[in-house]
């Protein structure tokens, strides 16, 4: 396991890695979840191996930190995860980033372009206010502090065993400042900065979650828009095959 301070007042983001080449894949989960859980499948498999693998997990979530002082935007999240790989010695990474982890590795990419070579985003969320179906809209329903006091139990048994089993591990101040964050969304904003990227871009959108907005827009911007087939949300663990093709630039 790996730290580096992501708030000037001493506060640890973690991450684990496994050896090998470069580029490095730098993989971040969603929301209220961790990176191994998501991810650590997908790396080991044959068609990925050989790459150095950093599995990182964002403020407040998993085995990283979670300072009370902490604001937990997107902006901040992001600069967090650029604390990741300047610690790691990394330029031109791919960052496999699902959900809000694909927000925060938007605006990293806007924030800190030497950082990114390569975005494969599943599920992202690119604009404000997403729909009132999305996780973050259980949790930013509850003024802070309810959701500190009781909010989050009850959100928990919402949520279903897969992603309460996560979940459960964030701090909930941390998670609800993460939700109203990416509820707020960026300047620019993130679909905004997926449109101008030049760089290679894919996005994973699962078969059962519906037709992405403005999906022309984004393949008219050369985004790769992919549709997974029985996949939801989840699409590395609902379509394991599908998703480890993407990411080797195969699917």
Same mark, same amino acid.
Do not use: C
């Given at each position: 396991?790996?730290? #580096?301070?992501?708030?000037?007042?001493?506060?640890?983001?973690? %991450?684990?890695? $496994?050896?090998?080449?470069?580029?490095?894949?730098? +993989?971040v989960?969603?929301?209220?979840?961790?990176?191994?859980?998501y991810? #650590?499948?997908?790396? #080991?498999?044959?068609?990925?191996?050989?790459?150095?693998?950093?599995?990182?997990?964002?403020?407040?979530?998993?085995?990283?930190?979670?300072?009370?002082?902490?604001? +937990? &935007?997107? =902006?901040?999240? #992001?600069?967090?995860?650029?604390?990741?790989?300047? $610690?790691?010695?990394? $330029?031109?990474?791919? !960052?496999?980033?699902?959900?809000?982890?694909?927000s925060?590795?938007?605006?990293?990419?806007? @924030?800190?372009?030497?950082?990114?070579?390569?975005?494969?985003?599943t599920?992202?969320?690119?604009?404000?206010?997403?729909?009132? &179906?999305?996780?973050? &809209?259980?949790?930013?329903? +509850?003024?802070?502090?309810?959701?500190v006091?009781?909010?989050?139990?009850?959100?928990?048994?919402?949520a279903?065993?897969? %992603?309460?089993?996560?979940? @459960?591990?964030?701090?909930?101040?941390?998670?609800?400042?993460?939700a109203?964050?990416?509820r707020?969304?960026?300047?620019?904003? *993130?679909?905004?900065? !997926? =449109?101008? !990227?030049?760089?290679?871009?894919? +996005?994973?959108?699962?078969?059962?979650?519906?037709?992405?907005?403005?999906?022309?827009?984004?393949?008219?911007?050369?985004?790769?828009v992919? $549709?997974?087939?029985?996949?939801?949300?989840?699409? *590395?663990?609902?379509?394991?095959?599908?998703?480890?093709?993407?990411?080797?630039?195969?699917?």
């Amino acid at each position: 396991m790996r730290q #580096a301070e992501f708030d000037g007042r001493g506060s640890r983001i973690r %991450w684990t890695e $496994t050896p090998g080449e470069e580029p490095a894949r730098v +993989y971040v989960h969603g929301l209220g979840s961790v990176s191994t859980v998501y991810h #650590a499948h997908i790396a #080991a498999r044959p068609e990925l191996a050989g790459r150095r693998s950093l599995f990182v997990d964002l403020p407040g979530h998993g085995i990283s930190d979670r300072p009370e002082h902490f604001g +937990y &935007t997107l =902006e901040e999240h #992001a600069d967090a995860l650029a604390a990741v790989l300047d $610690t790691a010695r990394l $330029t031109g990474a791919e !960052l496999i980033a699902h959900s809000m982890g694909g927000s925060v590795a938007l605006v990293l990419a806007h @924030r800190r372009p030497d950082l990114v070579s390569r975005l494969v985003l599943t599920e992202a969320n690119l604009d404000a206010a997403p729909p009132a &179906t999305a996780g973050s &809209t259980w949790i930013d329903a +509850y003024a802070e502090e309810d959701f500190v006091a009781g909010g989050h139990a009850r959100v928990l048994e919402k949520a279903g065993p897969l %992603w309460a089993a996560t979940m @459960r591990l964030a701090d909930p101040r941390a998670l609800h400042r993460s939700a109203v964050g990416l509820r707020r969304g960026s300047a620019p904003m *993130m679909r905004a900065i !997926l =449109e101008d !990227l030049p760089i290679d871009r894919v +996005y994973l959108q699962g078969e059962l979650s519906g037709e992405l907005e403005g999906r022309k827009t984004l393949e008219a911007s050369g985004v790769r828009v992919v $549709t997974v087939p029985g996949a939801g949300h989840n699409v *590395m663990l609902d379509n394991p095959d599908a998703f480890a093709a993407a990411v080797a630039g195969r699917g």
